[in-house]
């Protein structure tokens, strides 16, 4: 099959949305021990520790968002986080891949290793972590490109030169959206549906080959079924992947992982301001049919929340 060739001189400048994916992917590569050239782990999947947080506080300024997290995230497995609004799932989220840096007011104390490399010592390129750990965010932004450029837009800026079909394709497949898409590579990603949408930037997320994906909230402005879609593909490709999502849905969280963290908002005392903090992490049975903790049973028995 021949491939559309879409770049043009007229291609339209970078949006703030390729902006920033543009900052997740570098020639610079985050290499910790067990992780090939390609991106592709070389560990054997024994549930090697991916994350290993300790004593995780985040800032905003004056205001303590998140108050010492402790959990470990193993290889190829889904790590589910889930709780009420405010809570600080998704500001956890982004210490993975040190997304919190481009707010200028965050601050991120404690520890978080990824392979045994703490993600935020000084030596640590920010750029290089988001290579290997790429990210898929709540509304689908596709860039205004054909879906081609879509997909092979992170593996030309991160250096890759030539014909990049087989990039394309490989990556279209293991979104799942290859056959409905591939006799129309060349038409503009912003006309397809929004779970089609979704599953683009997952595809355009894999390209680069990383080690993890972060998930904040990817079915949230999805149909059921486009939802369903999703949850499916998240399942086919955690061989290859370690994946952390974040859902407010919380039989989305029962389906797909297998791992769930429960995360709740208390006031602080003096400030009167909300600060999230983890209540309980444990296997995602557990924690729906005997959690340890009588808020994580209030919580995912509907009680509150």
Same mark, same amino acid.
């Given at each position: ?69 402790? !959990? ?20 956890? !989220? ?138 499916? !593909? ?43 903090? !983890? ?27």
């Amino acid at each position: 099959m021949e491939y559309p060739d879409t770049r043009s001189e007229d291609t339209p400048e970078h949006t703030e949305d390729e902006a920033t994916v543009t900052s997740m992917i570098d020639t610079t590569a985050l290499t910790p021990q067990s992780v090939g050239d390609d991106g592709s782990s070389t560990a054997p999947l024994d549930g090697r520790d991916v994350f290993t947080v300790e004593g995780l506080n985040v800032f905003y300024g004056d205001h303590h968002a998140v108050s010492e997290v402790d !959990l470990t995230v193993k290889e190829r497995e889904i790590t589910a986080f889930i709780g009420p609004s405010g809570c600080g799932k998704s500001t956890v !989220l982004r210490c993975f891949n040190r997304m919190n840096d481009l707010i200028d007011i965050a601050r991120v104390d404690g520890t978080v290793r990824y392979h045994g490399v703490d993600l935020y010592d000084e030596s640590v390129d920010p750029v290089a972590v988001r290579r290997r750990i790429g990210m898929v965010f709540q509304k689908p932004n596709p860039f205004p490109k054909s879906i081609y450029d879509n997909v092979a837009y992170g593996p030309r800026v991160g250096g890759q030169r030539g014909n990049l079909d087989d990039v394309v394709e490989r990556s279209l497949r293991s979104a799942g959206l290859w056959d409905e898409v591939k006799d129309r590579l060349g038409e503009s990603a912003l006309g397809m549906s929004g779970g089609q949408q979704q599953r683009l930037c997952i595809a355009r997320a894999i390209a680069v080959n990383p080690d993890v994906l972060l998930m904040d909230e990817p079915c949230s402005a999805l149909d059921p079924i486009a939802t369903g879609v999703i949850e499916e !593909l998240m399942k086919e490709i955690q061989s290859d992947y370690t994946i952390i999502i974040v859902t407010h849905n919380m039989q989305q969280a029962a389906r797909v992982s297998d791992r769930t963290a429960f995360f709740t908002a208390e006031i602080d005392e003096r400030s009167g301001q909300r600060r999230g903090k !983890l209540v309980e992490f444990d296997e995602t049975g557990t924690i729906f049919s005997n959690p340890g903790d009588e808020r994580t049973e209030a919580y995912v028995t509907g009680r509150f929340g």
